[in-house]
């Protein structure tokens, strides 16, 4: 490490990079504590938020803010769909057919993506300029900023809902026991949809404040979801700090893995990690082993 | 026969079985009773090698089998059924006995594939005699049944048989009377002493009393993961702690 | 029983003979040319049924196996003077043996884990096949792969390919479904439907998954071998996770665990973007929806409901019979 200022680029790259991976670890744990399920499609719904935006941005005239608002809501709406249409009409199914529906369901959102929007990359510009800051030799971006900024409101508002709003406290409730939650009162169905609504909504959102500086197509969907799964696994399924580290860490080995081994092999380093958190502590790092009920 | 020495079991912060200690005599039938939640169904599952107990031992014989996996405990004649109903569901009523009959053949995935002469044979000898366990608890007319169109009685007798193909030296069942009609359980009844006579030993988790007191020589008591009683059925009808624990009182 | 047994040997029986029939009706090779390919599909789908159908288990990998058979036969015959048929037992030998040693810990998981964890050991795979240009030819490919031959007789025209390719699909298919019938292959299904209950029935059912999967490699890689010396030419993007969901997809739409399900939904998912322009455009939208729709419709997959439509109407006749007499 001869270059310190490039140490510095490859630590906030990373930083940044796992910080978009917590976020859609997020979306996984909120779907799965909801309803048991792995959102094999959230990485669609992170490509959905960037790609709404950049199309948003071409037709209408209106200002960056309003686009994100519209596209989240529009990514939004295709969880809602997805839930509604693919997911409430199960009933008593194997736990494979949802494996293989939630599958079905991501190919078809990039295969939609891709015969709407074609395969071109396309770029989002950047929330406040590409005028970069120096910290210790190493080049910022604002958009990092952006990217740290809204990562540390979403993780708090995230906080907040499940800690203290009514409905999130439902959802945690759901959760833990659905059949319990319903004796109370609490609209399963609601929650789950929710689960669906909020996972959605967070994931387009990581979508959209990556895309100014990673691009986006029809099929970044695929590696940002499986990231973003392996920060929930090493956070053991929570939408937690656990989570938050879990992401932060695999950015950071991704990145000094692609600065000081091989870049060609970046999406390799991730998936090594997956496979060894997978095979040595599938429970996650933070988490103590639970027994599997029979 | 079977020897529990000393089972804890905590799950998280909940402590679902305490120090649990007792043995089992061979050919005997042993209850297990106490309120939900007592720790009944953890208890078999650690026996049963599917938990990993917080402390203790379990001993078949004399051999400590404390971290031996399900599928070696099959081997070694300690079966079990289940509390929900755990069928192959997609296979036949013959098809699932005959997978109780796994450790009793050979065949390995080469021969099968090849259907080597070999096989073929004991494909036949399998198929015998899973066909005479199902006489044995009276299914036989349900042979080719998909196992899911079942109905229930019925499933938990398939449980059984399922589990007497391996030939067990003992057997654990987990309420097999649960969700039976009056005239169901009465045949059930017959049935364990008939797997009794075999020389099997029975250890039972029923929350029906009057099967647990007819067919049981002698009975554990299980309240909040602890042991409360072990006796005689008269015995541990006229325990004060195990009424208390009945009746809701501290 | 006895009759069952008896029906099942004479439908493969027939299958078998249409197969090796097929060749002498059709001579316009292009159409032979395309039914090579249905062969090579439904080598891997079955491969990937014996998984996924008989064991419950999903992988999202298989494309990896089928491009590993692919590039080690291929490699050992451009850059080595090995012979083709060596090259092939070696590359399903590599295969089976990896599977053998990553399927001790992937197996250990479950369902979406299972899928995830499959699935990036793909990508690594993949990966590894763009990257390594020395061996493999990185994105461009691997050409000059020498046709297999038995003495003078050279597999280097569709006809001949189509007889080589299917003698071995048609020996696969017979022995998965005699597995089907076995205890190894009642072991397997009760591993699907209840893995405790299978346990403690005395089923190691890790070892079971491990050496299905290790098959399931085997087969797979020979597909590949298979595949890169009729073809001749490799490139990583046949090996890609699309082929994976491609594979998926020919199994679910055919029938999970049934073996003729996996033939025809090889045929379908193969003939479909041959024929069909728009299918070429619309590939991946139509495997998802299909993916989804036929699990939560038709979960027995076309299998499944022709077998049921044939039972409805037998019925209906039966029905009709007695009303009659
Ligand atoms: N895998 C597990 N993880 C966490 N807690 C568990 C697990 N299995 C059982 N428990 C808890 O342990 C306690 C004992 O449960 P157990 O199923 O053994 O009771 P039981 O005596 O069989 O009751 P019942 O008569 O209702 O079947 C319960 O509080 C249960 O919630
Ligand atoms: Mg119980």
């Known amino acids: ?294 | 026969m079977l020897k529990v020495e000393s089972i804890t079991q905590i799950f998280g912060g909940l402590t679902a079985l305490e120090n649990v200690s007792f043995s089992v005599a061979p050919h005997s039938i042993t209850g297990v009773i106490g309120p939900n939640g007592a720790g009944k169904t953890t208890l078999f599952n650690i026996v049963t090698g599917l938990y990993t107990q917080t402390e203790g031992k379990v001993y078949l014989g004399d051999k400590n089998i404390s971290f031996f996996e399900p599928e070696v405990l099959a081997r070694l004649g300690l079966v079990r059924t289940f509390q929900n109903v755990e069928l192959f569901g997609q296979m036949s009523v013959l098809e699932n006995v005959m997978v109780g009959l796994h450790t009793k053949s050979k065949s390995g995935i080469f021969s099968c594939a090849f259907k080597l002469p070999g096989q073929i044979k004991e494909e036949k000898r399998i198929k015998e005699k899973a066909y005479q366990w199902l006489e044995f608890t009276g299914l036989a007319d349900s042979a080719d049944v998909t196992a899911c169109n079942l109905p229930f009685g019925k499933g938990r007798l398939l449980e059984i048989s399922r589990a007497m193909a391996v030939e067990p030296q003992i057997i654990l069942m987990d309420e097999p009377a649960a969700g039976l009609n009056s005239r169901e359980t009465a045949g059930l009844a017959g049935l364990i002493r008939k797997i009794q006579e075999l020389g099997v030993t029975i250890v039972l988790v029923e929350h029906d009393m009057e099967l647990v007191m007819d067919v049981c020589e002698s009975i554990i008591v299980l309240n909040l993961g602890k042991k409360l009683a072990h006796g005689t059925p008269r015995e541990i009808q006229e325990n004060k702690a195990v009424i208390a624990a009945y009746l809701g009182e501290d | ?325």
Not at chain 1, 121 to 134: D, I, K, M, V
Not at chain 3, 123 to 133: D, L, M, S, W
Not at chain 3, 150 to 155: E, M, T
Not at chain 3, 195 to 203: I, L, P, Q, S, T
């Open chain 1, 1 to 294: 490490m001869d270059n310190p200022s490039q140490l510095v680029q490859y630590i906030l790259t990373g930083l940044s990079n796992g910080a978009i991976y917590a976020l859609i670890g997020f979306g996984f744990a909120i779907i799965h504590n909801a309803t048991g399920i792995l959102n094999f499609a959230q990485g669609e719904f992170v490509m959905l938020g960037g790609m709404f935006t950049i199309f948003i941005l071409s037709f209408l005239n209106i200002p960056l803010p309003m686009a994100i608002v519209l596209a989240i809501a529009f990514s939004t709406l295709v969880g809602i769909l997805f839930e509604r249409l693919a997911i409430r009409p199960l009933k008593n199914v194997k736990p494979l057919s949802l494996v293989i529906i939630t599958i079905g369901a991501s190919i078809f959102i990039r295969g939609a993506a891709m015969l709407i929007w074609g395969k071109d990359t396309h770029a989002l510009p950047a929330f406040s300029g590409n005028e970069p800051l120096y910290v210790y030799g190493a080049t910022i971006m604002p958009q990092h900023l952006w990217i740290f900024g809204i990562t540390i409101l979403i993780i708090i508002a995230n906080k907040l809902f499940f800690s203290y709003s009514i409905l999130g406290k439902a959802m945690r409730a759901c959760a833990y026991n659905a059949y319990a939650a319903s004796l109370v009162g609490i609209d399963v169905k609601i929650m789950v949809l929710l689960s669906f609504v909020v996972s959605a909504a967070i994931g387009s959102m990581a979508g959209i404040i990556i895309a100014p500086l990673t691009m986006t197509s029809y099929d970044v969907g695929i590696m940002l979801g499986i990231k973003g799964f392996c920060a929930v696994i090493i956070g053991g399924m929570s939408s937690g700090l656990g989570t938050v580290l879990g992401g932060l860490l695999l950015g950071l080995l991704e990145s000094l893995g692609a600065g000081y081994i091989s870049a060609s092999y970046k999406d390799a380093f991730a998936f090594i990690i997956l496979l060894l958190i997978l095979f040595i502590r599938p429970e996650g790092l933070f988490k103590q082993k639970e027994t599997q009920r029979v």
């Open chain 3, 1 to 325: 029983m006895m009759i069952k047994e008896k029906r099942q040997i004479f439908i493969f029986l027939l299958f078998a003979l249409v197969v090796l029939l097929v060749p002498i009706f059709l001579k316009g090779s292009y159409f032979l040319n395309v039914l090579v390919f249905i062969g090579i599909n439904t080598l891997l789908a079955v491969a990937l049924n014996l998984l996924l159908g008989y064991a419950g288990q999903i992988s999202l990998g298989q494309a990896a196996f089928f491009g590993l058979g692919a590039y080690i036969s291929g490699i050992l015959t451009t850059r080595f003077p090995v012979d083709p048929w060596l090259a092939l037992v070696v590359a399903a030998g590599c295969a089976s043996v990896l599977a053998f040693v990553i399927g001790f810990p992937i197996l250990k998981l479950k369902g979406h884990y299972l899928a995830m964890a499959t699935l990036g050991f793909g990508i690594i795979v993949y990966i590894i096949f763009n990257e390594t240009v020395d061996w493999t030819g990185g994105p461009s490919g691997l050409s000059g792969i020498p046709n297999l031959r038995l003495g003078p007789f050279v597999f280097d025209n569709d006809r001949n390919n189509y007889y080589l390719v299917w003698m071995m699909t048609l020996g696969v298919m017979l022995l998965s479904i005699n597995l089907s019938q076995s205890r190894i292959g009642r072991a397997l299904r009760a591993i699907n439907d209840s893995e405790v209950a299978a346990r403690v029935m005395g089923v190691n059912a890790r070892m079971m998954k491990v050496q299905i999967f290790t098959v399931s490699a085997f087969v797979s890689a020979i597909a590949g071998s298979l595949y890169a010396h009729t073809i001749t030419f490799i490139s990583p993007a046949s090996f890609g996770f699309n082929f994976s969901v491609e594979l998926l997809t020919m199994v679910i739409i055919g029938g999970l665990g049934s073996i003729y399900g996996s033939f025809l939904g090889a045929t379908i998912l193969t003939m479909l973007p041959e024929f069909l322009r728009v299918f070429r455009d619309f590939d991946i939208v139509i495997y998802g929806l299909m993916l989804i729709l036929i699990t939560m419709f038709m979960p027995a997959g076309l299998i499944g409901g022709i077998e049921m439509s044939i039972k409805i109407i037998a019925e209906k006749i039966k029905g009709s019979a007695e009303n009659n007499a």
